[in-house]
């Protein structure tokens, strides 16, 4: 394989190309065989890449598009109304060929409706899902669906499962312990989409299914693989990131009481600010798209240039590991 | 009104009367007015207070029950199966009039079985919904529905929207400001039942719905009353729980690491001792069922005995209140 190309879509996010042209060339920097698109509007690109020295020009496209998807915009809006959209012509140069990986932080919904119009799902998948780690007591946990799809029924979420195993193995985890999010841990728990999920997925060959886990076992790390639908999905994630945030908040009012307290505090409060950053899992590290015919990974809206770093070098791994084709390979074995 | 007497279902628990027993004469001690019927196996209860001095036992009835629901037991079990267990006899003085409130920290599922048999539910009310506060930035929200129903639909979400708004004014809330959990705060977010609720919500009047709420807004403290399924409100409460344990851990490892975090630990632990405790919101308060002829209040299974005492205070604070009567008219205004 040649050099792996990165399409950026360098406009979406909260920031725009203000954080992720130079998050982009920081990359391009510390990974010598990288070679990165930046897509979107030239002029502004331009202008950002020259306040930086030493840019590796031979390494680095920039591809014009004239239209930007809003954060608001809705997913049909996007799909229908915005065809010369940074986001949609980084994914067609992925159709294309031209490069191996979409990386954004622009609108999620527009993200997964562009992405499986572009690209397609493969074969045997009916949604596409969207999975990322979260910190656990034991390391991490690979959480799908976050948002992707509100409604699910059981067949969903065992395509799910099965991605998310494949995925998780990719990404380092051997023989990933695949769980079903529910609210007790006995078998008549649940409701009927669960209920019916789980007695598939105790059917899967291969899969290393270990039955229901609860919101509270996520985080003690029981689990490698943690499947639910993209409204629980999406609802742990934010009220995680709600909560880790009011902890740090409080943490830092703790310490700012007295003299005697912001003393303490001086000196306390960087050993807790690297927990805090590892409490913003979504933050600082990038989602993956799974079940699409390329590989896609949002990065977040509110991302700071170092998590949309991370972003682009998961990306890099999914592109080394092939993980579209393992997924695909895996999928045909269980599926079809 | 005579004096409130309050069933305390006296075997429930992970503990069971070893910690509830003293938790209840604890409260006894604490509140002149206070009536208690300690429900269960005589003969331990008995033995239980004669460890304590000074019990006033003008206050306090022992009443015998046989039976004990299991935690493991299921909600069908112990309704057809045990007809004299302790929960189901703490219920049963409820609907006597013998007593005005029934707590218990035994099976939640039979325990919500139980009481919507024994009790059975208000006019106009299809399903009860357990409430709880969670801590937020601003102060505290109550979110219901934590997992007694796992399926709803629009009108659920909409009875325990009403609820939920009426039980947050008892506990002095002026105005809740009520939300429906959501994936997005846009209109055009969520699943169907999610979308229809808040066209529901939206003509209800007097109440003070606010739209959509997202697991982040939750933590900010934007709601004073977040209504979900009892599936998602389930998940929510518990990783929450997860999380605040796994930062509570990782704060500790911390200041373990070296002898300088230590000896800085031996300062700063005892301060955030407090903010974790802080963050066990289940375990330190009682949840409430609403929507039933009668006062009934969870305590958590693994509650300690202050946990267990919080419990109490709730269900005479419900008495107080009358909130079984104060729901009744306030549904009558709007559903029936």
Known sequence: MSAPVIAIDAM?????????????????????????????????????????????????????????????????????????????????MVRQGRAQACVSAGNTGALMALSRYVLKTLPGIDRPAMMAALPTRAGSCHLLDLGANVDCNAEHLYQFAVMGSVAAETLGVRRP????????????????????????????????????????????????VVVCDGFVGNILLKSSEGLAEMVAEKIRDLFSRNLASRLLGAVALPLLRSLREELKPATHNGASFLGLQGVVVKSHGGAAEDAFQSAIRRALVEIHENLPQRLHGRLEDLLL
């Open 177 to 224: 312990r695949v769980a079903l999010l529910n609210v007790g841990t006995e078998e008549i728990k649940g409701n009927q989409q669960v209920k019916l999920a789980a007695s598939l997925l105790r059917q899967a060959p291969g899969l290393n299914f270990i039955g229901f886990i609860e919101g509270d076992g996520v985080y003690r790390g029981d689990a490698d």
């Open 12 to 92: 979406g996010g909260d920031f725009g190309p203000h954080c992720i042209v130079p998050a982009s060339l920081a990359c391009l920097a510390e990974i010598p065989s990288l070679h990165l698109a930046l897509v979107g509007q030239t002029p502004l690109i331009e202008k950002l890449i020259d306040r930086q020295p030493g840019v590796d020009r031979a390494r680095l496209q920039i591809v014009h598009a004239s239209e930007v998807v809003a954060m608001s915009d809705r997913p049909a809006q996007a799909l229908r109304g915005k065809p010369d959209a940074s986001m949609r012509v980084a994914l067609e």
